[in-house]
């Protein structure tokens, strides 16, 4: 199989990504003004085609429950150490080809090397157990439903029927190796 890898800024490829993210039921979740975020995209080489993107911004709850408890002008220097991954999302019939290890390779050094991030965090749904499984076969750590997370002195916001999970982008994560196609 064939494919690249490229990588975009929102306001450049957000618009082409929000599409095919919708013509799959998953809404517009990319943020076109956002400019701390970054997107990198799996597509085939010969048709163009994607098979899948990924999504991470600078995790802008933390800043703003920073501010909010007082640390003032600091709260941006400690939530840049944190980026969150909004959208990781392989088309159904593309899926366990590795693209969505390869998206979270890809989306983590970017994360740590061109933001110095130091940790990606995820938010999930309390009842998917898949993706829970997903993140933690990929070294994420999950909280448990209903437990706060706290990295670094830094209480990690929560989110209704929601669990965080995090992941140290110092760790890396083993790429797959594509057979090459016939």
Known sequence: ????????APE?????VNDFLERHGQGRPIDLGHHNGHITAVVNDKTGELYGVAYAVTAVDIIETLIVNGWGPQALQVANRFQSLEVLFVRPDQRGNGHGTNLLASISGH???DFGAKTLLVKLHEEDTAARGWCS???FDVTEPG????LDDVAIPRSANRVNGWRDLRAPVAWVDYAPSA
Do not use: K
């Open 111 to 113: 994360a740590l090397r």
């Open 12 to 16: 450049y490829v957000g618009n082409h």
């Open 137 to 139: 076969n990929h070294q």
């Open 147 to 150: 437990r706060m997370l706290i």
């Open 1 to 8: 199989m064939n494919v690249t890898f490229l990588r975009g």
